[in-house]
């Protein structure tokens, strides 16, 4: 087989070395470089060759690029790079993986021409002040030959190995049979949908209940889709770790099947998760993992993709065995993998690192969603920048010098903004145009300062950088999927100040790229009802299929009591608070066991736990607290056993609320205290208004309030039928529970019965 691979790829490949160095170092624009190219091109003379199309072989592999520029009068080959700043801050790695390519292309070029030797030179353009930095070297044409054969051997022998992998993994996959006797009810009907989706190219949106296996469900059709529709990477996307820890669980009871099988699987996690030492920087002269991390790479690469299962525990233990960064380790291994599992942002995010390398690589990929009905308070968050004046005002103090006049340029235009604000809080119809030219202007004059002095900057500079090139960004992106908002600080000791937010509402136009440049998309959850919210919000194309998984539980399973006499509106809270301890105490008493009461605010869960504990001080109670941490979340849960008894009082949509498997008698029942509707206020009555605008009349209320609700009243109640064995009771407190337009967004096995307090 004869592979093709561009100079550049190939270099990046094979010709990387010295340290992994991640120090800022602002780079020129697109637009910069190539003005920059065209400006050095201008400069040469009238036979000077640009943009010069070259292209050789070698047994097995046809290489091919475009140089830069030739000058056949000098016999000289020029790479151009443009840059900013003092030349000798490029890092060495760069000027190697420089000098790779331009050797290359000599070679090429030698080949081409029968020329027996070149004069080959790196350009170093800089874009701020229009030098020149000129580095040549003379080379003989068997230098050059010497150097190509050994980066194409390298290549070759790496892109064999992978072959080879391909056609082994898709003949293993081609094998693959689910992993049990039978499916479960529902199970099997997902899955057939899920490989139809990924046969045909479409997108398809699954709402299947919790306890069906949804996860094993759509990884084991979307693996055996693989084969035949030349599949190059699925990557399985979640919001949260136990999502990822239920993938893995999954992919490991199909990889079981076969001894050594050669599915390659990657659990990528984020940086502060894999960093090994916190406290350094990621360079060389810092941190002793990133100290010749690409000379020690290729070990790791190979080591790690033979042993193909690659959890973050197996890729730490492999990165520190040849002493290289286990986070950096794992974006390499992205690149080779046949699953990544990891979060959302890795594939949605306005830099995404998995969206990027498929469009990099036009790689042919398979996306799988999880909890889906989390992707839209996501989206909107990776789509939403925010500026902190207080943040601001610290950060100026300590400001170099010459950025002091931007700077406070930029705080007088905030000042104005402050000035004409009407209220604490309030959304502007436009954008301040003078705010963002004067931060526009402020990003340009830090680049330039990072630039000229990139060493001993205080990280809050560093951070307000970072946050105002993303409001720039936004900023030239803002329409009505978005809306800009002021909010004062009125406990500030200084009351002019504010906080400015370019807040995302539909993050549609932004995601809508990420679903089409996907093969196959499969989103799943127990809430993705109704359907059109989702591909309103999310930016699904308008195929999208939609499908409503039958349940494995029968409706005798969980009784759900709709109690309709009785509000938990705010207004009518305190009246409210009597009703909910006497149902909750009368039931606990005619079946003693666990269960968990959900409450709109923490305010509202310890009015009630306050009431409850004077009333009823002999059934025992746990409680959610706003500052809980990790450990003490789990202690929360670990307080629900077989053999305990109690009422857990918690925040419907924090924690607890989703995401948690408490089976059998670890709970049998759950209060529900609230439609967990948004609070009524500023921000959510412009969504509103947004959401009719933008997608008809009626959807307004619906799609700022209600749905978003009712996903965290679905998901609550889900918490207690995991299992086909389970029984239990859900407490739906409220009477507009039995409302008929609410009743038709709860799932329909439930059967509610309406039952008065």
Known sequence: MTYAVAVRALCEFTAKEGDLDLRFTPSPTAQEGIAGHQTVVARRGADYQSELPLVGTWPGLVVSGRADGYDPEQNLLEEIKTHRGDVARIPENHRLLHWAQVKVYGWLLCQSEGLDEVELAVVYFNVLTQKETVFREAFTAAQLQAFFALQCGRFVAWAQQEEAHREARDASLERLTFPYAEFRRGQRQLAEAVYRAARDGHTLMAQATTGIGKTLATLFPQLKAFPGQKLDRLFFLTAKTPGRRLALDALDSLRRQEADMPLRVLEHVARDKACEHPDKSCHGESCPLAQGFYDRLPAARLAALRQRWLTQAQVREIALAHQVCPYYLSQELCRWVDVVVGDYNYYFDLSALLYGLTLLNEWRVAVLVDEAHNLVERARSMYTAELDQDVFHDMRRAAPAALKGVLERVNRHWNQLNRDQEAAYQIHPTLPDLFVMALQKAVSAITDHLTDQPNGNDRALLQFYLDAMLFCRLAEAYGAHSLFDISRHESSMVRSRSTLCLRNVVPAPFLASRFADAHSTTLFSATLRPANYYRDLLGLPEETRWLEVESPFAAEQLEVR???????????????????CRIMAEQ??????????FFSSYAYLQQVRELFLTLHPQIPSSVQTRSMNENERQAFLDGFTDSSRGIGFAVLGGAFGEGIDLPGERLIGAFIATLGLPQVNEINEEIKARMQQMFGQGSGYDYA???????????????????????????????RFGQARVRELLPGWWEAALVKC
Request: net charge positive.
């Open 705 to 735: 309030y209600l749905y978003p609700g009712l996903q965290k009243v679905v998901q609550a109640a889900g918490r207690v039928i995991r299992t086909t064995s389970d029984q239990g009771v859900v407490y739906l407190l409220d009477d």
């Open 588 to 597: 606990y008493q005619a079946r003693p066991g666990n269960y968990l009461a």
């Open 562 to 580: 709709i109690v309709r006499n009785l509000s938990t509106r705010y207004q009518h809270r305190d009246a409210s608070l009597a009703p909910i």
